[in-house]
T-cell receptor
Framework: ELKVEQNPLFLSMQEGKNYTIYCNYSTTSDRLYWYRQDPGKSLESLFVLLSNGAVKQEGRLMASLDTKARLSTLHITAAVHDLSATYFCAVDKDYGGSQGNLIFGKGTKLSVKP | NAGVMQNPRHLVRRRGQEARLRCSPMKGHSHVYWYRQLPEEGLKFMVY????????ESGMPKERFSAEFPKEGPSILRIQQVVRGDSAAYFC????????????FGPGTRLTVT
């Protein structure tokens, strides 16, 4: 069974601090996705990581992928209040070449306090 | 180019009634996925459809739930005889044919069963 585990599930940070969210998965998929969800809203795509060693950065967020360890990280640098949201990682179920459905972690609820 | 559209955005049903949720994929997209999100949880895959075909319904409850994606018109997720446990946010996502890592989410339908 495909499993995606995130930790921590809850994260309270002070503005200006750094932190890392971890995402472990049990499938051999080499594609991993990070999404952001604000309360009552839909999912916003943040990063798509397509290969081992992939690293992508957008503003204060940086995501990386280690397919051998089946681990992805989402690093937050100098957090600001606007980053408060729930962050999900997901891997897709490979249908042998075509797009598969996504398996999501439970999400990390991030709260950035002044 | 309009994004994925879902309607209604909010739906209230009494126990025992039927709920119909609609999803119009992005223009040119032929793959549709339905996910369910219970409060404080990640998204769970329900069903993956292409036009007139159900590709994977492994996440769909065996009873009361059905989905279709006709040749013309939106995809429909139908829940018969709703129960309180069906209260959740239902998200639809679509992707274009032949592209493995693009999946776009709609705004969701929030179903409340009273």
């Amino acid at each position: 069974e495909l499993k995606v585990e995130q930790n921590p599930l809850f994260l309270s940070m002070q503005e200006g601090k750094n932190y890392t969210i971890y995402c472990n998965y049990s499938t051999t998929s080499d594609r991993l996705y990070w999404y952001r969800q604000d309360p009552g809203k839909s999912l916003e795509s943040l990063f798509v990581l397509l290969s081992n060693g992939a690293v992508k950065q957008e503003g204060r967020l940086m995501a990386s992928l280690d397919t051998k360890a089946r681990l992805s990280t989402l690093h937050i640098t100098a957090a600001v209040h606007d980053l408060s949201a729930t962050y999900f990682c997901a891997v897709d179920k490979d249908y042998g070449g075509s797009q598969g459905n996504l398996i999501f972690g439970k999400g990390t609820k991030l709260s950035v306090k002044p | 180019n309009a994004g994925v559209m879902q309607n209604p955005r909010h739906l209230v049903r009494r126990r025992g009634q039927e709920a119909r949720l609609r999803c119009s994929p992005m223009k040119g997209h032929s793959h549709v996925y339905w996910y369910r999100q219970l409060p404080e949880e990640g998204l769970k895959f329900m069903v993956y459809l292409q036009k007139e075909n159900i590709i994977d319904e492994s996440g769909m409850p065996k009873e009361r739930f059905s989905a279709e994606f006709p040749k013309e018109g939106p995809s429909i997720l139908r829940i018969q005889q709703v129960v309180r446990g069906d209260s959740a946010a239902y998200f639809c996502a679509s992707s274009p044919q032949g592209i493995r890592y693009e999946q776009y989410f709609g705004p969701g339908t929030r179903l409340t069963v009273t």
